[in-house]
Nanobody, 119 residues
Framework: QVQLVESGGGLAQVGGSLRLSCVAS????????MGWFRQAPGKEREFVAS????????HYADPMRGRCTVSVDKAKNTASLQMNNLKPEDTAVYYC????????????WGQGTQVTVSS
């Protein structure tokens, strides 16, 4: 089992920045990838970005490509999502998730953190 706890959400102005963190516990993550997803009211959950814990390989989805950076701090067992140049359409609940590299599905999820971008 992997437990994930997000933090860092809140209210930001258009053009501002927020940094989300996801502390992982329960087992070694050396064979996992960490993903960030978001869900806006009335919309389906969508993929934002992911990073492999072992080699740092990253992947970004179009909505936030170029405006966000995903990273991991192995010493702190923490994954982070730095978001810049925020837009009102970035308003959503953001979730971190973990997927075994041998699998295709993100099996472990955090509770989510609200991000609200106001103009």
């Amino acid at each position: 089992q992997v437990q994930l706890v997000e933090s860092g959400g809140g209210l930001a102005q258009v053009g501002g920045s927020l940094r989300l963190s996801c502390v992982a516990s329960g087992r070694s993550l050396s064979s996992y990838a960490m993903g960030w997803f978001r869900q806006a009211p009335g919309k389906e959950r969508e993929f934002v970005a992911s990073i492999r814990w072992d080699d740092g390989w990253t992947h970004y989805a179009d909505p936030m490509r170029g405006r966000c950076t995903v990273s991991v701090d192995k010493a702190k067992n923490t994954a982070s999502l730095q978001m810049n140049n925020l837009k009102p359409e970035d308003t959503a609940v953001y979730y971190c998730a973990a997927r075994a590299l041998s699998g295709v599905r993100f099996d472990f999820w955090g509770q989510g953190t609200q991000v609200t971008v106001s103009s």
